[in-house]
């Protein structure tokens, strides 16, 4: 098993950027996807940004060309930079580590965009 936390989370004005980590319990060269989800008030979690362990990434087309996500095998951590921030982007980011049998989520960090 792998335990997943979250930081980065905070206010920050439209336009602006954050950087989301998540660190891992464990290492996560063996993770086959590691993914950014989000979820605003009142709507469901939606998937927002993923990567494999061979580093193809992909990316939920509200976000493409303004957030980044990468894995840093040797720090056990993934990261999501998230760039010209909208106040719809105001959501609980959550990161997920997905193997074969499970899926494990951490326990989310709040990112709130102002306008």
């Known amino acids: 098993q792998v335990q997943l936390v979250e930081s980065g989370g905070g206010l920050v004005q439209a336009g602006g950027s954050l950087r989301l980590s998540c660190a891992a319990s464990?290492?996560?060269?063996?993770?086959?996807?590691l993914s950014w989800h989000r979820q605003a008030p009142g709507k469901q979690r939606e998937l927002v940004a993923s990567?494999?362990?061979?580093?193809?990434?992909n990316y939920a087309d509200s976000v493409k060309d303004r957030f980044t996500i990468s894995r840093d095998n040797t720090k056990n951590t993934v990261y999501l930079q998230m760039n010209s921030l909208k106040p719809e982007d105001t959501a609980v980011y959550y990161c997920?580590?997905?193997?074969?049998?499970?899926?494990?989520w951490g326990p989310g960090t709040q990112v709130t965009v102002s306008s």
């Open positions: 997920t580590a997905s193997m074969t049998m499970t899926t494990t």
């Open positions: 990567i494999t362990s061979g580093g193809s990434r």
């Open positions: 464990r290492s996560i060269f063996s993770i086959n996807v």
